[in-house]
């Protein structure tokens, strides 16, 4: 990890992407925490990076004076991969949360990289009165749909920790048998299911003005879920942080 900044005990924001989705998300939301007043700390997990990656990551840090960025690099060498190997794109970023929680990370706040920041999401985030939280969505019929993580919070707290460790080497378990679906979703509803007796208390909802799908002026991030990101609304809010 290249981490050039105290991180024990502060606030960091994880995100993790390929880079497609660096040159396409990535950049532009970096460019819109900058543009919120604060100071905040950002973890970027790199898949298969190249130069011209590292090299604006550099660019970035030197331009964007109130982030300090740290990244992480993932060469995905020796690895039993799923046969879509998005389906580990999205997991590798709770595995590298279980990683920087014991680093000593204060909060964790773990966030799909098409997202768009308006306000700071860590003072509203104060008010959880758990140590953890996702987007629950319990009227949800099929079990993959009733978490989504496109939002994950973790205090770094003892208990957030056992259940962070369960989710990474689950996640890391089931992947080795190479499966044809998402898990990133599955797996958190599953842990929280069957430890409903010592993580019930532990985890509550993402206040619903930290992030929204729905573009509500009131939350202080925005993303898109599938070809939405791709849809006229999304891309006129980015475009609007791409030409600032």
């Given at each position: 990890?290249?981490i050039p900044y105290?991180?024990?005990?502060?606030?960091l924001i994880l995100?993790?992407?390929?880079?497609?989705?660096?040159?396409?998300?990535?950049?532009?939301?970096?460019?819109?925490?900058?543009?919120?007043?604060?100071?905040?700390?950002?973890?970027?997990?790199?898949?298969?990076?190249?130069?011209?990656?590292?090299?604006?990551?550099?660019?970035?840090?030197?331009?964007?004076?109130?982030?300090?960025?740290?990244?992480?690099?993932?060469?995905?060498?020796?690895?039993?991969?799923?046969?879509?190997?998005?389906?580990?794109?999205?997991?590798?970023?709770?595995?590298?949360?279980?990683?920087?929680?014991?680093?000593?990370?204060?909060?964790?706040?773990?966030?799909?990289?098409?997202?768009?920041?308006?306000?700071?999401?860590?003072?509203?985030?104060?008010?959880?009165?758990?140590?953890?939280?996702?987007?629950?969505?319990?009227?949800?019929?099929?079990?993959?749909?009733?978490?989504?993580?496109?939002?994950?919070?973790?205090?770094?707290?003892?208990?957030?920790?056992?259940?962070?460790?369960?989710?990474?080497?689950?996640?890391?378990?089931?992947?080795?048998?190479?499966?044809?679906?998402?898990?990133?979703?599955?797996?958190?509803?599953?842990?929280?299911?069957?430890?409903?007796?010592?993580?019930?208390?532990?985890?509550?909802?993402?206040?619903?003005?930290?992030?929204?799908?729905?573009?509500?002026?009131?939350?202080?991030?925005?993303?898109?879920?599938?070809?939405?990101?791709?849809?006229?609304?999304?891309?006129?809010?980015?475009?609007?942080?791409?030409?600032?």
């Amino acid at each position: 990890m290249d981490i050039p900044y105290d991180i024990k005990d502060k606030d960091l924001i994880l995100v993790a992407c390929d880079e497609v989705y660096f040159w396409d998300y990535a950049v532009s939301f970096l460019k819109s925490l900058s543009m919120v007043d604060g100071t905040f700390h950002v973890h970027l997990h790199l898949i298969r990076p190249t130069a011209d990656v590292l090299l604006q990551i550099e660019n970035l840090r030197s331009s964007l004076g109130n982030l300090a960025i740290s990244f992480s690099v993932d060469v995905m060498i020796g690895l039993d991969l799923p046969r879509k190997v998005n389906i580990y794109y999205n997991c590798c970023r709770f595995i590298v949360a279980d990683q920087l929680l014991h680093l000593h990370v204060g909060r964790l706040l773990i966030l799909d990289v098409d997202t768009i920041a308006r306000t700071s999401p860590w003072e509203k985030l104060v008010a959880l009165k758990t140590d953890g939280a996702f987007v629950f969505r319990p009227h949800a019929r099929k079990s993959w749909h009733k978490i989504l993580a496109n939002t994950v919070y973790f205090k770094n707290s003892a208990d957030v920790r056992v259940f962070s460790r369960r989710f990474a080497s689950s996640l890391l378990s089931v992947l080795a048998r190479n499966p044809p679906y998402h898990i990133d979703q599955l797996i958190p509803y599953y842990l929280l299911k069957i430890g409903a007796m010592r993580f019930s208390r532990v985890f509550g909802s993402i206040p619903a003005d930290v992030m929204c799908l729905g573009y509500n002026a009131k939350a202080s991030l925005w993303t898109a879920k599938g070809g939405d990101k791709r849809g006229s609304k999304f891309q006129l809010e980015k475009s609007k942080i791409d030409n600032a």
